[in-house]
């Protein structure tokens, strides 16, 4: 299939400030993946360290380890989504298989004494967040798709909606794009595709237009497929200095690469409608990398209690997005072309970045000997402070002020335990994560249960751990006053681990 690329200034926008939110928090809000200890305790382990995916919440971690270790993880993903959208409950199941971390830790101890008695050097791969997910909502609406071409064409000029003499359809679509920017361009793909048509066609100075279809209400099946991944690649090094203080550091390196494909068919028009019947398809695709660091430090109060403090600096995000389009109805004078703009027909975006928000943590743990342990962890989050950059870019500006007065400060608490039985260790955790909106019932607390085993013989140690998390999100379906959908999320992961200690 040929690709053909054009640069359409300021496309990161195009979803429209509810869409962007959403971006904003697929890459800032960070799930609990890594070890399976890790995650049969819920990411518990600001305080305790001694665990390869604890280098998520507490650099200093590392130094706990009194050996050399290497871990490697991998599961199966479960995702169940529920849609509630005016109409019948409709439910999705998706599963998929990942290596969700990989590393290892080398210590180098010196004699007990008044300075550096271990400094430990660590690399760690671990998944943050995996983007395959499915879901689909059925329903009547009072809006149609015809609404969102006619907010976007609506003082539009009609002479550059028009598909010139010895110009393709296509060279068209991707001349507005590049020249008029991506409101010009989705005026002219609902025009091409029937959806509008101008108020006086005659002049091509019209700016105003009016819509073919004819509803009070109209069925709507919407269905939005996603895959990819948010990794992060972690150089850590964290030393115990004397006897009850560990400090660390870590520079954290993501691979991001997420696609969307969002299919959206209208039916039940009135019987008079010039329009029956209609479909609006889009494609995404995004990949990138991002760059954060944490500073972190552990205190050994006594045998009993260890205290722990973070710092996670924002992470920036540097994306570059490819989208891409279809559209079609059964309007008798549509331009007949109009399926030569496709998936096919390719938009490439400018390369922008997102700043997601510092993360700051405070840990507590209670160490009971080798019988078990007890740790909580609390972290906080302002996403009213995500950015889009340059932050110079007005349309930037415009999202960033929409984020600062509809997102908030997102607090998390973890709570992890351990009971040991010879080789075998029970745990057990629990997730709370409060909704980063301010005023949007749709969205959800977040609520997750884990459990697992672990079983130690000799150096070796396997471990496995299985977690179900819930919370309610709504999904932006397009821009230009479509209702939001609203999803019920239930995810579960199975996992299974190995480390060796030399």
């Known amino acids: 299939m040929k690709r053909i690329i054009t640069f359409i200034l300021l496309g990161v926008c195009a979803a429209g400030s509810a ?52 871990s490697i993880t991998g599961g199966v993903y479960n995702r169940q989504n529920g849609g509630a959208f005016s109409g019948p409950y409709t439910g999705t199941n998706m599963s998929s298989t990942e290596l969700g971390q990989v590393g290892g830790v080398f210590v180098f101890k ?20 995996n983007f395959d997910n499915e879901f689909r909502v059925l329903g009547n609406s009072n809006i149609g798709v015809d609404n969102y071409f006619l907010n976007f064409a609506q003082g539009e000029p009609l002479g550059p909606l ?113 329009i029956q019947a209609s479909s609006f398809d889009t494609f995404l695709h995004t990949e990138g990398t991002g760059f954060s660091f944490n500073l972190g430090a552990i205190a050994k109060v006594n045998e009993t209690v260890r205290l722990g403090v973070a710092y996670q600096s924002p992470t ?31 938009n490439l975006f400018g390369k922008y970045t997102i700043k997601t928000p510092a993360k700051y943590t405070g840990s507590l743990a209670f160490i009971f000997g080798k019988s078990g342990l007890i740790s909580l962890d609390y972290d906080y989050q302002d996403f009213s402070r995500a950015e889009l950059r340059p932050t110079s870019d007005p349309n930037f500006s415009t999202e960033n002020a929409y984020m600062a007065a509809n997102l908030g400060g997102v607090s998390t608490f973890r709570l992890g335990g351990e009971y040991r039985v010879d080789r075998v260790s029970f745990r057990g955790g629990y997730r709370f994560q409060q909704s980063p909106y301010t005023s949007n019932s749709a ?27 819930e919370q309610d999100t709504g999904e932006a379906l397009l821009d230009g006053g479509l209702r939001d959908a609203t999803v019920n999320r239930v995810q579960h992961y199975y996992t299974l681990g190995y480390t060796l200690n030399f």
């Open 19 to 70: 869409q962007i939110a959403q971006d904003v928090l697929r890459y800032g809000l960070e799930e609990i993946h890594g070890t399976a200890r890790y995650q049969a305790m819920g990411g518990a382990f600001g305080a305790l360290g001694g665990d390869l995916s604890a280098l998520n919440v507490n650099p200093a971690g590392s130094a706990v380890f009194e050996n050399g270790t290497f």
């Open 443 to 469: 969205w959800g607390d977040l609520q997750a249960y884990s459990g697992g085993l672990g079983y130690s013989f000799g150096p070796h140690r396997l471990d496995f751990a299985y977690s179900r998390s």
């Open 316 to 346: 920036w995000y540097e994306l570059t997005d490819d989208f891409s389009q279809r559209a079609n109805t059964d309007f008798i004078d549509k331009n007949p072309d109009i399926t030569a703009i496709n998936f096919g027909v390719v």
């Open 110 to 129: 010196s004699a007990p004494g008044p300075g550096w008695n271990k400094i430990a050097l660590s690399i760690n791969y671990d998944m943050v967040d």
């Open 162 to 274: 028009r598909v010139q003499e010895g110009e393709t359809i296509v060279d068209a679509y991707l001349d507005i794009g590049s020249s008029l920017g991506f409101g010009a361009q989705q005026a002219f793909l609902g025009f091409q595709a029937g959806f509008i048509d101008p108020v006086d066609p005659d002049d091509d100075a019209n700016t105003d237009y009016f819509s073919n279809a004819s509803y009070n209400s109209v069925n709507q099946d919407y269905r939005q497929l996603s895959n990819g991944f948010n990794s992060k690649f972690i150089m850590n090094i964290a030393g115990q200095f004397q006897e009850n203080l560990y400090l660390g550091a870590s520079l954290n390196f993501h691979g991001v690469l997420y696609e969307r494909v969002s299919y959206l068919d209208e039916r039940g028009y009135d019987s008079g409608s010039a």
